[in-house]
């Protein structure tokens, strides 16, 4: 069992490149959800998935998009990437909406030069 | 909307002492969760303890145990005989419907 994956683990840009974090989960679990991490501001949701095919806006989606075509798959995508977005992703998964425990990937580092 | 406050960036404690984490929320949902999350400095999430907000009760979890204060949207972590690898960031976090928010955290030092 291998829980939350994240591909890549780090990744450096070039303002106005486009990426792709990969995040893959294998317990079969509804929900997956995407924060970003900055210092002094703990985590904060950036899109979300209650189920395969579906995806809404968290807390600060601008800059990013989403997509959920395999339950076990959920993808961040940056379009265009700016120095703003630099900071460390964390997906996570869980059964059944945020009343649960939350199940997190090691994270990933990106910094958008 | 929800919001979550941690008003401690850095707390410290000597070994075996007990510490408190102060953690306070504010949410217009009557069905909600409050969470301790822990990240040791492997950057890794994990759960260290979970409330209803429906229960009166606190919850506890060996040495960990939280004072759920629902009137004043309180949600403290105490610690008890803290041991080197309880040193980490502390996350407080709300759940409710789809929506999750956690505060900015507070960084615990144990002395030995």
Redesign the interface.
Known sequence: NAGVTQTPKFRVLKTGQSMTLLCAQDMNHE?M?W?RQDP??????IH?S?GEGTT?K??VPDGYNVSRLKKQNFLLGLESAAPSQTS?Y?C?STTS??????F?G??TRLTVL | AQTVTQSQPEMSVQEAETVTLSCTYDTSESDYYLFWYKQPPSRQMILVIRQEAYKQQNATENRFSVNFQKAAKSFSLKISDSQLGDAAMYFCASGAGDDMRFGAGTRLTVKP
Do not use: C, K
Not at chain 1, 40 to 45: A, K, S
């Open positions: 929900y959800y924060y002094g501001m703990g985590l904060r949701l979300y209650v809404a968290g807390e460390v964390f996570a909406g945020s009343y649960n425990e939350q997190f090691p994270g």
